[in-house]
């Protein structure tokens, strides 16, 4: 071991850890976003989730409470310090955003490719000495400005890591404690009768569309991105019709063309577009058999009496930690989704239909698509699709309990402890027979004194009766009622 607080290399040894950890764990990938491809990108809420839990794994800043808004200061000072940057997903050349975004919807992209590999390589060779060489070889960045960034931040380096870095764990032991220890902490909050839907929960992962035969159609992916583009090439930057057609994707071929086809002629026509496509994805989501949100359903009630009884946070924590166990592809349609609804439902411009609220509508159009819970009522079920619209920046967040849990966990794993003794959180803890005592008697002495001031201080008992209760007060605890009375005990009637 060798401590953090030496410098000049520990503000750059832990800059370097991370740096490397988002490299390996965050997920990288193409994605599309107005049907249009990006390639190697991953998204910002990924991105500020790793780097939440390879801090609260390593401890690089010992038992330090780090809540997520500081973790977004370091993704932003990653950002300004060019180790990833923003993916432009605008059509006419605008500026890439220069801050950085908590979201499912913003994606970014490592920027130098060839030298964050080898600085992968230095990094599997750790040693202080060689992550200070290596950071300052590939990066600007000085260790007297990574040490400012701490300062700010209001963290600063522990004495000594609390992590071995050669002693790694699995992909799979990883996956598991994450979804164990999310199952555990869903647990606490929601009371469950059964747990065989939580347990045998498989990973299912639906097949996208795929082309019809014999329908009379030329389809191929360049047709649908030039007739689709070509459609919306003036007006991809507006949110509303990125979002609709972030949700196309998932749409049939045939009816994808058939929405290219009938798009108004008139660019200026923009409100006849949207409601074309509102109206064609909200009839595929009626027409579809199995809900996005259909595993574990018993958690749906418990979630609902959570939002009934007005418990909000606890609320989004529930709904965090259950979506946690999604299917990642049932989790990217879900979120496209969610997203198009609170597009379209807070909208105020476009009315979706003239006599109702927009909320409503989409309520009513998407309910089924979400949740089709036969044993929830229909006001739940209202109040939770609501919840999630207007919670829709948050829900696909990963709450910071969960991974103080699983950080916990993964460190205790590294040293070697017997998984099954490691749960992770407590609901209880157990003291020695000597501090039972101790609490036991300060906690009635407290209360006896909290009672024997509550008679002192009524103003509706009468004189006589109080007398009486202060008589019987001191009969059975005269050492708490001289304590209590102190010099005024000697003029006490008792």
């Not at 006419?92 to 600085?119: A, P, W």
């Not at 574990?296 to 924590?317: C, T, Y």
């Not at 906690?443 to 008679?455: C, G, M, N, V, Y």
Request: hydrophobic share 35%.
């Amino acid at each position: 071991g060798f401590s953090l607080a030496q410098k000049p290399f520990g503000a750059t040894y832990v800059w370097s850890s991370i740096i490397n950890a988002l490299q390996t764990q965050v997920e990288v990938k193409k994605r599309r976003q107005n049907l249009k491809c990006y390639h190697d990108c991953f998204i910002g809420s990924d991105a500020v989730d790793v780097v939440f839990a390879h801090l609260l794994q390593n401890k690089y800043f010992g038992d330090v409470d780090i809540s997520r808004a500081k973790i977004v200061r370091v993704c932003q000072a990653l950002m300004d310090y060019k180790v990833f940057e923003a993916v432009s997903t605008r059509v006419f050349g605008k500026d890439k955003r220069s801050v950085f975004e908590d979201s499912s919807s913003s994606l970014y992209r490592f920027t130098n490719v060839s030298n964050q590999m080898e600085l992968d390589k230095d990094y599997q060779q750790c040693t202080p000495r060689r992550h200070e060489k290596s950071m300052l070889f590939h990066s600007t960045v000085k260790p007297e400005s990574l040490e400012d960034l701490w300062e700010n931040l209001s963290l600063k380096p522990a004495n000594t890591p609390q992590v071995n870095i050669s002693d790694s764990l699995s992909r799979r032991v990883i996956n598991e404690v994450w979804q164990e220890q999310t199952i555990a902490r869903l647990l606490q909050l929601v009371d469950l009768p059964l747990l065989e839907s939580l347990l045998g929960h498989q990973q299912i992962r639906p097949q996208l569309p795929q082309p019809g035969k014999g329908t009379g159609y030329v389809i191929t992916s360049n047709y649908l991105d030039r007739e689709i583009l070509k459609a919306f090439s003036d007006s991809q930057t507006d949110e509303w019709l990125s979002a609709a057609i972030d949700c196309l994707e998932y749409l049939p071929d045939q009816m994808v063309v058939d929405i290219s086809r009938n798009l108004p002629d008139q660019p200026d026509k923009a409100d006849t577009w949207k409601l074309l496509l509102f109206e064609n994805i909200g009839r595929y989501y009626g027409q579809k058999k199995e809900p996005l949100l259909n595993h574990a359903s018993e958690i749906h009630s418990g979630i609902a009496e959570l939002l009934v009884n007005g418990k909000m946070e606890q609320s989004l924590e529930a709904v965090q930690l259950y979506l946690k166990l999604l299917d990642s592809q049932v989790r990217e349609e879900f979120r496209r989704l969610l997203y198009f609804m609170a597009v379209a439902a807070h909208n105020s411009e476009l009315k979706l239909q003239k006599e109702s609220d927009n909320r409503m509508v989409v309520k009513r159009t998407f309910s089924k698509a979400i949740i089709n819970n036969k044993t929830l009522s229909r006001g739940k079920t209202d109040l939770l699709i609501l919840f999630l619209v207007d919670h829709q920046k948050d829900v696909l967040k990963i709450p910071g309990t969960l991974h103080k849990m699983v950080s916990n966990k993964l460190m205790a794993l590294q040293k070697g402890q017997d998984p099954s003794k490691i749960t992770g959180y407590t609901f209880c803890q157990k003291l020695d027979e000597r501090e039972y005592r101790s609490n036991t008697e300060k906690t009635t002495k407290d209360e006896l004194l909290s009672l024997l001031k509550a008679i002192d201080e009524d103003s509706k008992l009468s004189d006589k009766e109080r007398k009486r209760l202060l008589g019987q007060f001191h009969s059975s605890n005269p050492s708490i009622f001289m304590q209590y009375f102190g010099d005024r005990v000697t003029n006490m009637c008792v």
